[in-house]
């Protein structure tokens, strides 16, 4: 992809990654990524706002081709799929500096060895004068990293906001025109990255409120010309009551403990509750991650193995406790040969979790009536909490 103008003298520079599969060597991207770096060319100094996964540095370096002088590299955020590449871009532009909090300048240290001369520290809200534009930087911690800020660029109303609001998603479109795609890719982003933070998020996003902002510019995913409907989606992600929904991860080896799972989805159905099932071993889990986004109650599905959950149900547990999505009850179901410690096991693997547990349910072998009958009680249960709730779906 070659480098393109959104407004006058601003572009987009980066690599649309179509092949990326995962992230982080943990997170499936179904839809490839982008990274994306900017440049702006005021009518005094010149300045690139973040750079590239370093694997893809080469198209960054021929989008910089006709740029014979960079005065400023702003690292927004010192994770390396943006900050990477840095080290590149600073042996071409030996006249360049980094400019950059004192906390993210400690950690480009730390991960780039970058040199400590090279560096300008800003503070938050402090601001900086390309000639006919004007730069201020705004920090927003904790999306998703401690150092993170972003940049918002006054002539022109964009806010360049790194990993805030971003998406992972390829496409050859410059801006965000497949509202119903971005929306996905962006939840599913908010849920594996953003939602441990969602308390700060909503902070952030107050912070953010002054200004006018006619163009978001993430450094993943298309530039959104219209921005407000994704602040919209990230408040109601961050702090919107959670739905009328059970997310509902499960493994079973043998069989029985799936006919539980099938029996209280039924039962949970049938009282008009909506219950999304994740069959672990073949779960993309950024889809679970964007279930916990909305869950009102987390149900786990487990057999007894080697005394405690299965392996996957306890992966499962780990990764929302992790993730501190904002359901507010939960249970255990299962079955089991001849005992064990399930239930205290994963219920000692949540703490982050503020849920009420409701009564698990545990079968010895094949469950039977009075199993299936205690399913229906928890069904009845959960549609009645989440009924004064008030959880809509
Ligand atoms: C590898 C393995 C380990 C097991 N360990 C235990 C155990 O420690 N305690 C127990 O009660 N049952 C244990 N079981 C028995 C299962 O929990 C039991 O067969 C259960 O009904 C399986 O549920 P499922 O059909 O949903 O897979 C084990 C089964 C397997 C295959």
Known sequence: MRKRQIVKNVYWMGAVDWDRRLFDSLIPLPD??????????????????????PELVEMLMAQLDETSRVDYVISQHAEQDHSGSIPRVLARYPEAKVVTSAKAKSMLIDLLHIAEDKFITVVDGESLSLGDKTLKFIFTPWVHWPETMVTYLEEDRILFSCDFFGAHIASSDLFVTDKGRVYEAAKRYFAEIMMPFRNVIQKNIEKLAPYNIDMIA????????????????????????????????????????????DYLTASLTERQVRVELFNLPVTDIGKLAMSLVDAGTIVIGTPTVLTGPHPMAAYCAFLANALRPKARYLSIVGSYGWGGKVVETLAGMIPNLKVEVLDPILSKGVPSRNEFDALDRLADTIAAKHKESNFKV
């Open 218 to 261: 993430p450094s993943h995913g298309q530039i959104y010309n219209k921005s407000a409907w994704i602040i919209d989606a990230y408040q109601d992600w961050a702090i919107g009551s959670p739905r009328n929904v059970v997310t509902f991860p499960f493994v079973s080896m043998h069989g029985s403990t799936r006919k539980m799972v």
């Open 32 to 53: 490839g990524t982008t990274y994306n770096a900017y440049l702006i060319q005021g009518s005094e100094k010149t300045v690139l706002i973040d750079a590239v996964e």
